[in-house]
């Protein structure tokens, strides 16, 4: 099923405080293009920069997400975005008239009302996931928070905090499927320990921040007289702590709700790795700097993955880097099994050779004489031999290559006479005792039609 990119149907207004400078800041959400992503620009500056919502520019994690670029940064960006993402949107571009995100309820609550008001439409372009196909992890050994992405069909998050706290001791939130982030997650609020908030006050980081918009946790006993103070200090009614040691500004909306906030931080931040997720994310007392880290490292592996399933550009008229004369000067391999043509390209990590695919080659004869179609494992053999081919290049003496295990193949389209198979060999880590660790591909014009993982055994002749 092909899942279209989505946009706002029309723009939106928004303004409140923001939670540390105390400034009123005006954000207007747009419509954008196909492939634009979330982007911010701040139209109070001169040159109205651009900022995109990207792990690469995150420049302090230490009292909320904050991105920046040259004399542009926003802060506290986390809430804004989960709700684009929570409510399956793609393409947005955000304007905002001063340097902080406002913190509105302490939730994503605002931002989809607003956004459910101004409609969500379909684009003509199809939208792109970063599929999880194996483990990846990310542990602070310091702090103990731990993030996994596993193999999952959707984008399903499960949330576990821990602190040293009577009141708020451990929690656990889920979110199996990202059509329920409206009523389960969006209403969720931040939350602040008292200790915390008496260190922001007087240290005068909160400038926007009341008893309103977060979750006071009364980690120690306090006198009402002291209660008294902090209500009037952030120009609030009286307040008494509740039975479970929360202050009476404000009920739960859910007895997990801290866990369910953080779960909704995890969404925003992992925004920034640039691209819908489609896996399981497992978050141990996750937090804004492993949140981004974790996007930075997705980032990372989404470019990989891109580099290396980008279609190579094959034009027959170019003079080929090896032709079939000099292959065999490296490859043992002789008719009617050497399946590689020709060397098209070799880069740093990878090579690309060329395999013609003719009806008169032999194994057609009994594979199938009615319906020729090329046998997978001869498929593979062309990846082997060209990444032999990547292997043994630069070698002056005469060395072999020898399989030593092969996984996650799939073949995903038939190859026939006439199609010309296009390998493309990725090394996927240095090669270390006589080691090559390597991805393959294989394309006919513009389709995948087999990929897999190779591991070759370097031998001296």
Known sequence: MIIK??????????????????????????PAPVNHGFKFQ????????????SAELVIDTSRGTVIGKENARISTIEHSLAALTGLDLDNVLIEIDNE??????????????AIEKAGIVEQDAEREYFVIKEKIALKDERTGSEIIALPDNDYCLNVMIAFNSNVLNNQFATLEKLENFQTQISPCRTFVFLHEL????????????????????????????????LADLFNHKRVEVKPQGVLNNIDLQFENECARHKLLDVIGDLSLAGKRIKGRIIATKPGHGINTGFAALLQKEIKKSEAETAIPEYNPSLPPLMDNVKIRTYLPHRFPFLLVDKVIEIKDRYIVGVKNVTNNESF?????????VMPGVLIIEAMAQTGGLYV????????????????????????????????????????????????????????????GDLMAQIVKN
């Open 42 to 53: 701040r139209i109070d500056l001169e040159d109205k920069p651009i900022l995109e919502a």
């Open 100 to 113: 902080e995100v406002p913190i509105m309820d302490g939730s994503s609550k605002y931002f989809v009302e």
């Open 392 to 451: 043994l290049h630069d070698k002056t003496e005469k060395y072999s290559t020898y399989f030593l295990k092969i996984d996650n193949v799939k073949f995903r389209k038939k190859v026939v006479p006439g199609d010309t198979l296009i390998i493309k060999v990725v090394l996927t880590s240095p090669i270390r005792r006589g080691i090559a660790n390597m991805r393959g591909f294989c394309f006919v014009g513009d389709a995948l039609v087999a990929e």
């Open 364 to 372: 057609f004869a009994g594979h199938f004489p009615e319906e020729p």
């Open 198 to 229: 008496e260190f922001l006050q007087k240290n005068n980081l909160v400038k926007g921040g009341d008893l309103d918009n977060a979750i006071v946790i009364m980690d120690r006993q306090v006198s009402q007289e002291e209660l008294d103070r």
């Open 5 to 30: 990119q989505k946009t706002l149907a029309r723009e939106f207004s928004l303004s409140g405080k923001g939670l540390h400078t105390g400034c009123i800041v005006t954000m207007k959400f747009k």
